[in-house]
């Protein structure tokens, strides 16, 4: 079963469009982590956030939002005002108790293709 | 701080020689790495989970004589392809896990693998 799931394949907007990338995630255990990364093309990773299962407030960081919903199991990712640098491949992960230690290996949803068009 | 190097970058080989490729944590000590494999398009997967001192923790399907792991220290895991095909053509990304404190693995900027 997927424990992390990324619906939207390929999304595209024009430059200052918000857009909210969403996941949804599945986990029996009660603690857990959830991320966010991105990926240019240039493949390495770029850590966006790191949130834990026992605080669900949202956060913003500058053009970025995350909503956290433990109820739905979601973990959605919105972009205000949208830029052609955003263009990128975005990864939801989810990481479970790991040797008694949370934060380690990594599930990660298939991926969520923004292009951002000028 | 918490930075991991990944060496190379990217690696154009032909098919039936081996590949190495270095995951180090260069400002932290790392019992456990992780290797994920990515195709294009698709998610990464993990492959195996590389414990210093003992024998990595392969996923299932992946073959352990082909994609053989060895940590030899604590700051460094390696990844040798063996007798590499063109199927086996893939971005190769490794995570370091700190073990001071319950900190997030942290990655290293992949190598990507061409076979020809």
């Known amino acids: 079963a997927q424990k992390v799931t990324q619906a939207q394949t390929e999304i595209s907007v024009v430059e200052k469009e918000d857009v909210t990338l969403d996941c949804v995630y599945e986990?029996?255990?009660?603690?857990?982590?959830l991320f966010w990364y991105k990926q240019p093309p240039s493949g390495e990773l770029v850590f966006l956030i790191r949130?834990?299962?026992?605080?669900?407030q949202n956060e913003i960081s500058g053009r970025y939002s995350w909503n956290f919903q433990k109820s739905t199991s979601s973990f959605n990712f919105t972009i205000t005002a949208s830029q052609v640098v955003d263009s990128a491949v975005y990864f939801c992960a989810l990481s479970e108790d790991y040797r008694g230690s949370t934060l380690g290996r990594l599930y990660f949803g298939r991926g969520t293709q923004l292009t951002v068009w000028p | 701080g918490a930075v991991v190097s990944q060496h190379p970058s990217w690696v154009i080989c032909k098919s039936g020689t081996s590949v190495k490729i270095e995951c180090r944590s260069l400002?932290?000590?790392?019992?456990?790495m992780f290797w994920y494999r990515q195709f294009p398009k698709q998610s990464l997967m993990l492959m195996a989970t590389?414990?210093?001192?003992?024998?990595?923790?392969?996923e299932q399907g992946v073959e352990k004589d082909k994609f053989l792991i060895n940590h030899a220290s604590l700051t460094l895991s390696t990844l040798t392809v063996t007798s590499a095909h063109p199927e086996d053509s893939s971005f190769y990304i490794c995570?370091?896990?700190?073990?001071?404190?319950?900190?997030?693995?942290?990655f290293g900027q992949g190598t990507r693998l061409t076979v020809v």
């Open positions: 995570s370091a896990k700190n073990d001071r404190g319950n900190t997030e693995a942290f």
């Open positions: 949130r834990n299962s026992f605080d669900e």
């Open positions: 400002d932290f000590q790392a019992t456990t």
């Open positions: 590389s414990n210093e001192g003992s024998k990595a923790t392969y």
């Open positions: 986990t029996r255990d009660t603690t857990y982590y």
